[in-house]
Structure formats: C-alpha cells, structure tokens
C-alpha cells in the first residue's frame, strides 16, 4: 500500500507566515514574506510533520490561521496499469491543523459520473489537481465534472454547481485552480480550446 503525505517545512526562528489561501499565496504571486525559512529539507532534516492522506494528488495546499487544506483522490486511478472502476472515484477535500499534522476532517466528494478515464494527461496529474481557496469563513474547491463545492470550516459542504461536463478530446482532465472574487470563487475552465 502506498502511502501519501503533506509535508511542512519550518526554520527554528521563522516568523509567522501569512495566510496562504489559495494557489500561489497572497497575490498568486507565489512568493513569501516570510523570513528565516528553510532553504533545504529532506525526511530527516527540517521537517515538522507528515501526515498520511487518503490518496494522491497534485493540488498545492493551502493555509489559514491553523489550518493546512489540501485536495486528493481515491478509489480510481491508483495504478495505470489496472485503474479499476471510474465509478469508484472518490476526491477528498482534507484539513489539517498546521501546528502538529493532526487530521482534523476528510470530506468525501462522489465523483459526477462519467469521468473521464485514467489517460492521457490524467495519468500525469491525477483527480485532484485544483488548488482549493478559502476567505477564512468557506472553502471553495473545483473537481472537474463534479463542479465547484463550498465547505464549511468544519467541512460540511454548503453548495454545489456545475461548470460543464464536456470531456476534452486531447485527455487533459480538469486542473483549473479557483480564485477569490468579491464574495465567492471564480474558475476559468477551458475545454476543446475555447472559453
């Protein structure tokens, strides 16, 4: 069995971090304020935790307060040479408290049938390659075909919608990371080359 991890990386010293709630941070600029970071690490050397996930994925994670939110996959689309059943497909959207790795929730999401099959670039990236955001009060996650889901802190979803259900003919699968506006989230989701 293959075990999957979140790892976290400090420096004695280091300053507090901002909030880092969606993908590339404060300002998608993908750069921290943050001093006194770790430069090098390794399964020994300047890591604070590790944490086993419920399946891989190619999301970044995200930061508020004492959380660390993270988005993976399971039940389909584990090994490439067997992938199993699409219809097993299970995302998960993940919490973590910052301070010691402790799972804090895993909320389950079914996966809008059908999926796309475990080829092409899929096989590259996976089921859960959207970074999820958060305004502090909800988190917003985009899971392809399944759509754009709301949780609470807590993980209780709060709404669900649809963005299409188009497969791409070239097989990229969906990795779109969403972004705050005003009030909710956005995503731009490109299929067969067009808005």
Not at 19 to 31: K, Y
Not at 105 to 112: E, F, G, I, L, N
Request: charged share 20%; glycine share 12%; net charge negative.
């Amino acid at each position: 069995m293959v075990v999957w991890m979140v790892t976290w990386a400090v420096s004695a010293g280091s300053t507090p971090a901002a909030d880092w709630a969606g993908f590339r941070g404060p300002g998608a600029g993908g750069v921290s304020d943050q001093t006194g970071l770790a430069l090098t690490w390794s399964e020994t050397e300047n890591l604070a935790w590790k944490t086993p996930l419920p399946g891989p994925g190619s999301s970044s994670p995200i930061v508020f307060g004492d959380r660390v939110y993270v988005t993976c996959y399971s039940g389909y689309g584990l090994d490439p040479n067997e992938p199993g059943d699409p219809n097993d497909l299970v995302r998960h959207l993940v919490c973590i408290r910052a301070a010691d790795g402790k799972l804090l929730w895993d909320t389950a999401v079914r996966a809008t049938q059908p999926e796309d099959l475990y080829r092409g670039m899929l096989r590259e990236h996976g089921y859960a390659s959207q970074t999820p955001v958060t305004d502090g009060q909800r988190v917003f996650t985009f899971f392809g075909k399944t759509g754009v889901l709301a949780f609470d802190p807590n993980g209780r979803q709060l709404w669900q919608t649809s963005v299409g259900a188009d497969t791409d003919q070239k097989r990229w699968g969906a990795a779109t990371s969403l972004a705050l506006y005003k009030h909710g989230a956005l995503t731009c989701e490109v299929q067969h080359s067009r808005l």
